[in-house]
T-cell receptor, first 112, second 115 residues
Framework: QKEVEQNSGPLSVPEGAIASLNCTYSDRGSQSFFWYRQYSGKSPELIMSIYSNGDKEDGRFTAQLNKASQYVSLLIRDSQPSDSATYLCAVNIVGGYQKVTFGIGTKLQVIP | GAGVSQSPRYKVTKRGQDVALRCDPISGHVSLYWYRQALGQGPEFLTYFNYEAQQDKSGLPNDRFSAERPEGSISTLTIQRTEQRDSAMYRC?????????????FGPGTRLTVT
């Protein structure tokens, strides 16, 4: 079982819709969770971090964490074509100190 | 201010040659990370430093790979006797320090091609 699992997609949503990106992780003790956005040919860029169960909102982005289910998600409201990118889920594994493990990434396509 | 820089941006080398990839982190950033990213994959952890100390090198694939950060700033990732399977994008990231591991700022990467 991979430490961080994501569906590679592509996930296609119409402009203005809510995009829902999902991620599961294997280490039950993990405490820090991150979402990075990576445009094609560019470097990853941190967009959200979440540490406790529940929701965290930042503009059009909402990160959701459920530690019991070992599940973290990213919701993008009012999706725009400029949101089209690969979204990487990353987890700081307990005992790994500063080591961050990334998932494969989900490719999001927002259709105008 | 200046972001993370990496050089060279592209490197083509022949199998068996040694290569050195350079990373210049954001000024003042304590922590520096090296990742490898294959096409269609997420970044794969290689190693990281706090100041000049290499804290974790568990992700280095084998002993042909090494990294250093002698003065706690610029870092070099060296691959000896390169093989075709080493071809990938190598990314460097820096962060302000151990308590801010989530604030990783990535450089543009070095695309390594081994022929």
């Amino acid at each position: 079982q991979k430490e961080v699992e994501q569906n590679s997609g592509p996930l296609s949503v119409p402009e203005g819709a809510i995009a829902s990106l999902n991620c599961t992780y294997s280490d039950r003790g993990s405490q820090s969770f991150f979402w990075y956005r990576q445009y094609s040919g560019k470097s990853p860029e941190l967009i959200m971090s979440i540490y406790s169960n529940g929701d965290k909102e930042d503009g059009r982005f909402t990160a959701q964490l459920n530690k019991a289910s070992q599940y973290v998600s990213l919701l993008i409201r009012d999706s725009q074509p400029s949101d089209s990118a690969t979204y990487l889920c990353a987890v700081n594994i307990v005992g790994g100190y500063q080591k961050v493990t990334f998932g494969i990434g989900t490719k999001l396509q927002v259709i105008p | 201010g200046a972001g993370v820089s990496q050089s060279p941006r592209y490197k083509v080398t022949k199998r068996g040659q040694d290569v050195a990839l350079r990373c210049d982190p954001i000024s003042g950033h304590v922590s520096l990370y090296w990742y490898r990213q294959a096409l269609g994959q997420g970044p794969e952890f290689l190693t990281y430093f706090n100041y000049e100390a290499q804290q974790d090198k568990s992700g280095l694939p084998n002993d042909r790979f090494s990294a250093e950060r002698p003065e706690g700033s610029i870092s070099t990732l060296t691959i000896q006797r390169t093989e075709q399977r080493d071809s990938a994008m190598y990314r460097c990231a820096s962060s302000p320090g151990p308590r801010r591991v989530y604030e990783q700022y990535f450089g543009p990467g070095t695309r390594l091609t081994v022929t």
